[in-house]
């Protein structure tokens, strides 16, 4: 059975940084494409941030210039780097992707159970 298991999120200070990190567990499974998400109290889940098999990335307005997307192929994951937080990125962040399983090419969407970022001073 694969997952998606994040890592990275916690307590920052504004200002601060934070990177967080979504594995594809399992054998025999690959990422084609992947998010992140975020949701806060009371909010819809938000799109944060893409990255696409060619490892082009887009950004939600709210992220540009602050957050950088990124991949390891060879390690099947796909990282959020967070720089200059706001008080205002307080949210669980999810990792959603596509993954390809090997053995028969089928494509499938996942998402991960979600990590806690709080920024706080």
């Known amino acids: 059975q694969v997952q998606l298991v994040e890592s990275g999120g916690g307590l920052v200070q504004p200002g601060g940084s934070l990177r967080l990190s979504c594995a594809a567990s399992g054998n025999g499974f690959s990422i084609v494409n992947a998010a992140w998400y975020r949701q806060a109290p009371g909010n819809q889940r938000e799109l944060v941030a893409s990255i696409f098999g060619s490892g082009t990335a887009d950004y939600a307005d709210s992220a540009k210039g602050r957050f950088t997307m990124s991949r390891d192929n060879t390690q099947n994951t796909v990282s959020l780097q967070m720089n200059s937080l706001k008080l205002e990125d307080t949210a669980v962040y999810y990792c959603?992707?596509?993954?390809?399983?090997?053995?028969?090419?089928?494509?499938?969407?996942?998402w991960g159970q979600g990590t806690q970022v709080t920024v706080s001073s």
């Open positions: 959603n992707a596509d993954l390809r399983r090997r053995a028969d090419n089928t494509l499938r969407n996942y």
